[in-house]
């Protein structure tokens, strides 16, 4: 979107909100307030998560980016009334949310056509990726504080350990070494929810590798296996359990290929190589480690399709840690296991 349009038009809203927008315009449509911060309100409608940004948010999957300076009035459990020009708070003191002028942004990322590609296409390495990450990154969650408690030392160990089963189920995938779903879905199955967070780590990570391949012009068959793991995965007895009700909601648009558009940026910039360093920056500062984690997982991901296309086997090689320590051998057999 461009500056002039921006300053035109502040109200805006991601795709998702079109279809609800149109029978508010009908019918008046109501939620309750389930998540409520001081820049944020989210809430769930027929099923499906919506959030309310305050002025600054960066659009991202089922976000509605408001002219409101923050809604640190509106509680959780407050009522929502969605109609043909305004949401507006039952109860709350802060104002209603006006829709005039309201535009809508797409969040969905598609890899280039054949013919878009340049010619001499030679995306960063893997290295050189690595060491970007470690300058922009915040330490925690996969990346290990050196004064971290016990605790958050076991959360790190936990999530290198799943990592790298990770790592090995993916690059069999890419490969198309081996076409068993299970190593993949196992892998998966533990790091869906790992950490902790209203987006645990493990849950960043997948929705970053996804990002990755997602914008990746080879990775489709990749893509397809990694969303039908965390797929299969969230629709288990227990996968509503597994995970928080917002991580789910981004793990299931990353599937549908849409993401948050600074990690978005990211992927492309990985891909194609220009803007890196920004793009990276930008994506780091979400969250605490949120940020942090989905660059894990973008990274990882480049390079198993690097090495898929220069014939490589990453999982071959020790899985680079952001201190650059080797770390435990990649190739122990693939558990199954949960949140510690």
């Known amino acids: 979107m461009s500056a002039a349009a921006t300053a035109t038009h502040t109200v805006q809203a991601d795709e998702a909100w079109r279809p609800v927008l149109a029978v508010a315009a009908e019918h008046e449509v109501a939620a309750e307030v389930d998540a409520a911060f001081a820049h944020a309100l989210g809430f769930e409608i027929r099923g499906a998560r919506f959030t309310l940004l305050a002025a600054g948010g960066r659009p991202a999957p089922g976000a509605l980016i408001t002219e409101r300076a923050d809604f640190s009035d509106v509680r959780a459990g407050t009522r929502v009334v969605i109609d043909a020009g305004r949401i507006g708070f039952d109860g709350a003191v802060v104002p209603g949310v006006p829709l005039d002028g309201l535009t809508f942004f797409d969040c969905t990322v ?94 960043d990570y997948l929705v970053g590798a996804l990002a990755l391949l997602s914008r ?86 480049c390079a198993v399709m690097r090495a898929q296309l220069d014939g490589g086997d990453p999982a071959r090689e020790p899985a680079r840690s952001l201190t650059h320590n080797p770390g435990p051998d990649p190739r122990p057999a693939i558990h199954e296991g949960g949140t510690p």
């Open 110 to 203: 598609e890899p280039p056509a054949e013919r878009d590609l340049p010619y001499n296409l030679d995306p960063p390495g893997s290295a050189e990726l690595d060491e970007l990450l470690a300058r922009v990154s915040r330490p925690g969650s996969f990346i290990p504080a050196a004064s971290g408690t016990p605790f958050d030392q076991a959360i790190s160990a936990r999530l290198a350990t799943a990592r790298t089963a990770f790592l090995a189920a993916l690059s069999l995938r890419a490969r198309a070494v081996d076409d068993d779903p299970r190593p993949l879905r196992l892998a998966v199955h533990d790091l869906i929810g790992l950490g902790i967070g209203l987006t645990p780590s493990g849950d």
């Open 216 to 301: 990746h012009p080879r990775a489709e068959r990749t893509r397809a296996a990694l969303a039908a793991s965390i797929h299969e995965a969230l629709a288990a007895p227990d996968g509503r359990e597994r995970t928080t009700p917002v991580s789910r909601h981004f793990l299931l648009a990353a599937c549908r290929r849409a993401f948050q558009h600074d990690l978005a940026a990211a992927a492309a910039a990985a891909v194609d190589g220009a803007g890196l360093e920004a793009a990276f920056a930008a994506t780091a500062a979400i969250g605490s480690t949120s940020g942090g984690d989905a660059l894990r997982g973008l990274v990882d991901a």
